[in-house]
């Protein structure tokens, strides 16, 4: 069995959502991941939609697999999260 990525939480939570589109906060993610996101999630970047075999940013695995597109929100620790 492999070992759970940091971030397979989170994919679990966007399989079971029903919704198209949700939004949830850095301090929600933070409790289902059981830590502290890092500094850069701040920015958009962190964020990044990456597809293809040369992702940079293993986080955004967690919510293309589960078939979302990740948005932060402008000012905000928010993040939309959009049924792609």
Not at 21 to 50: C, D, H, K, V, Y
Not at 71 to 81: D, I, P, T, Y
């Amino acid at each position: 069995m492999p070992a759970m990525g940091k971030y397979d939480p989170l994919e679990g939570h966007l399989r079971r959502q029903t919704l198209a589109e949700l939004q949830m906060s850095f301090t929600e993610i933070e409790r289902l991941i059981g830590a502290m996101l890092p500094a850069s999630a701040a920015r958009p970047q962190w964020w990044a939609n990456e597809k293809g075999p040369r992702r940079t940013h293993i986080q955004c695995e967690a919510w293309l697999k589960a078939g979302f597109n990740a948005f932060l929100m402008s000012g905000k620790e928010r993040v939309r999260f959009v049924r792609s």
